[in-house]
């Protein structure tokens, strides 16, 4: 463990006084006032620096008092503001990958004895709306605090756009896969499939729309593959393994009518041809 670098990291999220270093961009939350065109607030938006952690809290705040409130202003002004909270927890993110603190201990404050320094740590965390994550792996990473981000931001947005920024969270905060294997229950990874499916079809800003896309590849993915450790497929390369099976029929049952339900049908349909090269073809397809 090196001292000096979480000393380094924690003054950053922080803010710890170490002299005039006060970045040309200060992100100091605007006061009450008339609503914003979307240019002028996206335009506002960019001046955040976002090499800040607080510029999290500052664009939330920006929403809440100036973004338009006309539903296609509001959505794509949130578009702009989950961009920006992502470059923010990305560059949080690296930072975090060049400090060797242990930041593990601190992911279950109820049973570890923090230090004060570690309490005002979390405390100043959530303040900037972010908290820690593990990795299934040993580490931990940042996340944006969506307890409350999202009530702010939907207060505002069109159901079309809370159901997407609902499932992104879902997807964040409990991750699909963990250590290379499912950590989800099969049949939430089916609800949320189908929820991605759904997005597909609907009114989102163009950078939402095009995350859908990614979200239900993705999802049809897991369904169809698996993971390392999760396999859809047991070890001869033939059979089903039972809790996909068990999926399926669960898709199947509730939402019959859906393109993911038409796929399984086919993609059960060359698993009970016992064709090994139909098999890997057709989950290629899908990768």
């Not at 992502?86 to 242990?102: C, E, G």
Request: net charge neutral; with cysteine.
């Amino acid at each position: 463990m090196k001292p000096f670098l979480f000393s380094f990291f924690f003054c950053a999220l922080l803010g710890c006084a170490t002299g005039d270093t006060t970045p040309k961009h200060a992100n100091t939350a605007p006061a009450k006032t008339d609503t914003l065109t979307l240019a002028a607030f996206t335009d506002t938006l960019q001046k955040l620096n976002k090499a800040l952690p607080t510029a999290i809290d500052s664009a939330v705040h920006l929403y809440d008092m100036r973004a338009p409130n006309d539903s296609t202003g509001a959505d794509s002004a949130a578009a702009a503001v989950v961009s920006l909270i992502q470059d923010v927890v990305k560059t949080q993110n690296d930072r975090l990958q060049t400090d060797s603190a242990d930041y593990f201990a601190m992911l279950d404050p109820a049973r570890t004895n923090l230090t004060e320094k570690q309490k005002a740590f979390l405390s100043d965390l959530h303040k900037k709306k972010l908290k820690m994550a593990g990795d299934g792996e040993g580490g931990v990473y940042f996340l944006p605090l969506y307890e409350t981000i999202l009530p702010v931001i939907k207060a505002k947005t069109t159901r079309p756009v809370d159901n997407y920024l609902d499932l992104v969270a879902k997807e964040d905060s409990t991750p699909t896969f963990l250590d290379a294997g499912l950590a989800i229950e099969m049949p939430e990874l089916v609800d949320r499939l189908v929820l991605s499916e759904q997005l597909l079809s609907a009114p989102l800003p163009r950078s939402f729309a095009a995350d859908a896309v990614r979200l239900n590849r993705f999802y049809t993915n897991a369904l169809i593959n698996g993971a390392d450790n999760s396999p859809a497929i047991d070890d001869n390369g033939t059979r089903l393994n039972d809790e996909f099976k068990k999926a399926y029929d669960y898709l199947l049952a509730k939402y019959p009518a859906t393109k993911a339900a038409a796929k399984i049908n086919v993609w059960l349909a060359v698993v009970a041809s016992g064709d090994k090269r139909k098999m890997d073809d057709f989950r290629k397809t899908v990768q």
